[in-house]
């Protein structure tokens, strides 16, 4: 597991699994920093790697009506600001080539939506900026097929990619994440589990996303059990009334518990 290109970030000689998480979409200045100190006394604790995520936008949403943001340059704003105050690494998505160039001014990992992930364009606007590009692997890919979108990082002049796993279409409701991909990619690149985002369940009739959170413990322990250099996680105090993806959150009160699950039984697996 390779960290050492992302700026800011701490504890990575704990030989702990480190941490992506935060909101889906960052909603205000008030709740992005109420968030990003919780999260940082916890993995400061706990000696986990932290990088702070948010979405400055939301450009995939299931109905025209759905929140999409509060302003790119304001968000993006945001995003500096969690990163100068707690002084850690952060990261978010971007759906379209100059939005490469746009956000890499302000964080520190740009990161590659699952339906874009096959987007040339995309991937190689992102490498070019030299961030730690985050590749996410689209519900419709196998893990083989994620070394493809590796490559194009790295044709790119850029060594610094990663592939989080979010979850693998089963049926039109529903996802499942196949275990046996996470060795394969790691042979590629840094791999990170995307717990929350496994636990989607998309394509509801109403438009809008729901998800199964009561299986973010099993999901989360099962990705540490087989080996997952990192997690991703997104987590709120208020789910219930979270602008995006509240469905399948974690609340923020929660996570603490987890995390102290989660590092004991990595200690108990690199003990076997």
């Known amino acids: 597991m390779e960290l050492s290109h992302i700026p800011k970030l701490k504890n990575t000689d704990s030989d702990n699994f480190f941490l992506l998480a935060g909101p889906c979409a960052i ?3 008030e ?5 990003a100190e919780k999260v940082v006394k916890i993995t400061d604790d706990l000696k986990i790697p932290y990088v702070f995520k948010g979405s400055f936008k939301k450009a995939n949403r299931s109905r025209i009506d759905s929140f999409t943001g509060i302003g790119d340059e304001k968000a993006l704003k945001i995003l500096r600001k969690v990163s100068e105050t707690f002084d850690i690494p952060t ?5 379209e080539a100059s939005d490469a160039y746009k956000a890499a001014e302000y964080v520190d990992v740009l990161q590659i939506p699952a339906f874009l992930v096959r987007q040339t364009d995309l991937v190689v606007a992102a490498a070019q900026t030299g961030k730690t590009v985050n590749l996410k692997k689209g519900q419709f890919m196998s893990p083989e097929s994620m070394k493809h979108a590796v490559q194009k990082v790295l044709d790119s002049g850029n060594g610094k990619a990663m592939i989080t796993d979010r979850g693998t279409m089963f049926g039109y409701q529903d996802m499942i994440v196949d275990f ?3 060795p394969t990619m790691k042979t590629y690149a840094t791999t990170v589990l995307d717990v929350t985002h496994s636990l989607q369940q998309p394509n509801q009739t109403v438009g809008v996303t729901g998800g199964r959170p009561e299986m973010i413990s099993t999901i989360a322990r099962a990705g540490i059990a087989v080996g997952v250099d990192g997690l991703f996680i997104e987590t709120h105090f208020d789910p219930a009334n979270a602008k995006s993806d509240g469905a399948n959150m974690l609340d923020l009160s929660r996570l ?3 995390l102290s699950d989660l590092v004991a039984i990595r200690r108990t697996i690199q003990g076997l």
């Open 180 to 182: 046996r991909g996470i």
């Open 31 to 35: 709740m992005a920093l109420r968030i």
């Open 27 to 29: 909603e205000g200045e």
């Open 91 to 95: 990261v978010t998505d971007i759906h």
């Open 256 to 258: 603490e518990k987890l």
